[in-house]
C-alpha cells in the first residue's frame, strides 16, 4: 500500500493488494534460488505489507524494506510486527550488492527519472546473481486521476517495461499484465472523468477499504481466479491485457 493511502496502521486490506500479493508469489516462485538463500530487498515498500506477508512463507532468508517516506517510528513499529524482516527510511542503510532478489511494486512510476533510478537499484543493490520483480500501473492513456493523487508520473505499456528493464541492464525472463477484469472498469471511469470533469468524486485508494466479509471475499475470490486465469495464459504464450503490468529480470551476467 502506498503511504498516501493508508488510512491506520494494519487495518483491512483491499482484496486487489492480496491477490496481487499472490501473484507476486507465482511470479517469484519461477527464480531460480533455493528457499532460505533468497535476501529480498523490498524498494518503496510503503506500509510493508507485502515485506511481512513474504516472511510468513518460509521461502526468503532475510527480507530488508525501504521506504524513504516512512519515519524511524514507523520503521522500528513496522519490523517488530513481523520475523525475519526489516524497514528503513535510507538508503544508506542498505547492503551494497548484497540482495539477490530486488522488489518493486509499484514504485517507478513515482520516479520522475524512472530509468536513472532502476539503473541505481540494479547497480548498488543487487548481486551479481540478482533477480528483479517489479509491477506497474498500466497504459497510458489511462493516466487520470488517481494516478495524481498517487503523485504517479507515468503509466506504463508491457513493452515498455521491458524496454524500461533493458536500459537497467536487465534481461526480461517474462512479463505480462494482471487483473484483465479491472480494466474495462477502470477505462469506464477514466471516461466519465473525462466527460464530466465538474462530477468527480473524492478519491479513495486502498487503504480506505472498509466493506464486509462477504463482499471483501467474493471480490478476492475474482481477483484470484483473475490472476491465475491470466498467469496460466501467459505461462501458454497468451497475454491478456490487465490493468497491472509486471516483469520477473535477470541482471545481465
Known sequence: MDLRERTDAYGKRHPWELSRLKAIRTICRRIPIRDRDIRVLDVGCGDGFVSRELAKDGTFGFITGVDIHLSERQAAAMAIAGKDVAFHNTYDALDRNGYNLALLMDVVEHVEEDRQYLLDIVLNYLDEEGYLVFTVPAFPFLFGSHDRFLHHHR???REGLVELARSARLECLSSGYLFFSLLP?????????TWFPSRKGK????GSWKRGAIVSNVLGFLLDADVRFGMALQQAGITLPGLTAWALCRKHR
Open 203 to 206: 478519491i479513495h485508494g486502498v
Open 185 to 193: 472498469v477502470r477505462f469506464l471511469s477514466h471516461c466519465f472523468e
Open 155 to 157: 503509466r506504463y505499456t
